[in-house]
């Protein structure tokens, strides 16, 4: 069987990044998205602000950055998608881990399409209607894009635009939208943060966010949850997304330290997010809105927010928007990717084919969560936490016990240094897998309470 880097079967030349930095700034397109601009902010706000903020970077640090290493090496040293990869390095039992990639990735594009199509469409309200007066207004306006015919709209458009990126392939689709939107969006955001510091109200927000240190907060179970979800979410790691991504990589290429710059920009600009939406939520004092644990917060508090600044409320909101639709399609591609390259390994389909299949699929469905806000919620809860993280569990046990020469050998081969393969592979072994463990036991114990 031809893997994904090799001439196929039928000829076909294989795909490739064009370089090194078009595959970082393609990882971290799919790193940093909505789960940056919204979920970090309403998440520290939930658990206590600081205390959150430490337990996310210790877990990002020590848990998830093996975990994105090991993946990495999975793609590259089997050349393979995300359904044969685990079967192609470990053999036959680990086949489930395949097939739990593929649904959690057709799973969770099946919701985050939904929330891309809000996205989008609060983004033509700033600029073609303005922003609501009030937050009564605010929140019909919510109603009305989140249901109904607005949202399924919103939905097959967004994973319409998706299919159009995947479709012209690695580097002619991904690796050019990454290109220039990696940049814009964090040039955009960076403006964001600057004009942000200039409201009256500024220093409240930040120390809401990140100065507010609360010790019990950071044995609470829904803090632990909150983090560990967070973290994988963001980070995208473990349902594949970035294997699919690594198995068009060279040996060249020096993972590690890949791999920190990807979790580098995604951490920054999950701060940064929060230097733009808690200054404004609490300049314009609706800090007790946005501690309502709803999906719609960044939807109704902000746009609410900048209504009262008038027309320069409606160029941020615009600005904001952009950038969190740009976010969003980076990490959206990177989502189908995984079925699509799947296919294509499996079956010998060609991508535009597999494409337009996926999109099929997937469409119909996301209809629940683009019909019902509560359906979106607990797709969520579901694909975007339990089985993401189980996700992640399985890559710590199958690079780290069930084949960690594999490990050794390809980042060795590829230059890394011993002392730093060995730290990696011990972390994987010994210190992802337990705390995985836990964060999942206290995810689902507080789920079901
Ligand atoms: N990391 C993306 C975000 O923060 C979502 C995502 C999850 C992308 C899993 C790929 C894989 O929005």
Redesign the pocket.
Same mark, same amino acid.
């Given at each position: 069987m031809a893997a994904l880097h090799h001439r196929d079967e039928r000829g076909h030349p294989p795909e490739h990044w064009g370089s090194s930095l078009g595959f970082v700034l393609a990882a971290a397109g #799919? %790193?940093? &998205?909505? /789960?940056?601009l919204w /979920?970090f902010a309403y998440r520290a706000s939930q658990g206590g602000g600081a205390a959150f903020v430490v337990l996310y970077l210790l877990i990002v640090l020590v848990v998830c950055l093996p975990v994105l290493v090991a993946e990495m090496v999975l793609g590259r040293s089997t050349g393979h998608a995300p359904l044969l990869a685990p079967i192609t390095a470990g053999g036959r039992r680990w086949a489930p881990l395949g097939w739990l990639y593929m649904a959690a990735?057709i799973g +969770?594009l099946s919701y985050?399409a939904v929330l891309m199509g809000w996205t989008g469409r609060t983004l033509l309200h700033a600029l073609l209607d303005g922003l609501p007066a009030d937050m009564a207004a605010a929140e019909a306006y919510f109603a009305e894009i989140s249901s109904g015919g607005d949202a399924v709209l919103g939905h097959l458009i967004s994973l319409g635009l998706t299919g159009l990126v995947v479709a012209a392939g690695i580097r002619g689709g991904i690796e050019r939208l990454s290109r220039w939107g990696m940049p814009l969006l964090v040039l955009m955001l960076l403006g964001l943060v600057l004009w942000a510091a200039s409201l009256p109200g500024a220093h409240e927000g930040y120390r809401t966010f990140l100065l507010r240190w609360d010790a019990a907060k950071l044995t609470d179970a829904g803090t632990i949850r909150n983090a560990f979800t967070q973290a994988f979410? #963001? +980070? /995208?790691t473990g +349902?594949g %997304?970035i294997l699919a991504y690594a198995a068009y990589l060279d040996r060249r290429s020096a993972i590690p330290s890949e791999a920190v710059a990807v979790v580098g920009m995604d951490t920054a600009v999950g701060l940064m997010a929060g230097c733009v939406t808690f200054p404004v939520v609490a300049s314009f004092g609706l800090s007790d809105v946005v501690s309502g644990s709803t999906v719609g917060t960044l939807f109704i508090s902000l746009p609410t927010g900048l209504a009262s600044l008038g027309f320069n409320g409606r160029l941020v909101a615009a600005v904001f928007f952009s950038l969190a639709y740009i976010? %969003?399609i980076t #990490?959206s591609v #990177?989502?189908l990717e995984v079925p699509t390259s799947s296919l294509m390994d499996r079956l010998g389909w060609s991508r535009d084919r597999t494409v337009w299949v996926m999109v099929a699929l997937i469409g119909v469905l996301g209809l629940p969560s683009a019909l019902d806000v509560a359906v979106l919620e607990r797709m969520d809860a579901l694909f &975007?936490g339990v089985l993401?993280i189980s996700g992640g569990l399985g890559m710590a046990l199958l690079l780290g016990w069930g084949v960690p020469a594999r490990f050794r050998a390809d980042l060795e081969g590829s230059g890394s240094r011993r002392w730093l393969v060995r730290g990696l592979l011990w972390a994987l072994r010994w210190v992802s897998p337990p705390a995985i463990a836990i964060g999942l036991a206290v995810s689902v114990a507080d789920l079901v309470r």
């Open positions: #799919s %790193a940093v &998205g909505l /789960g940056n /979920g990735a +969770i985050y979410f #963001s +980070i /995208g +349902i %997304a976010a %969003a #990490s #990177s989502l &975007g993401l």
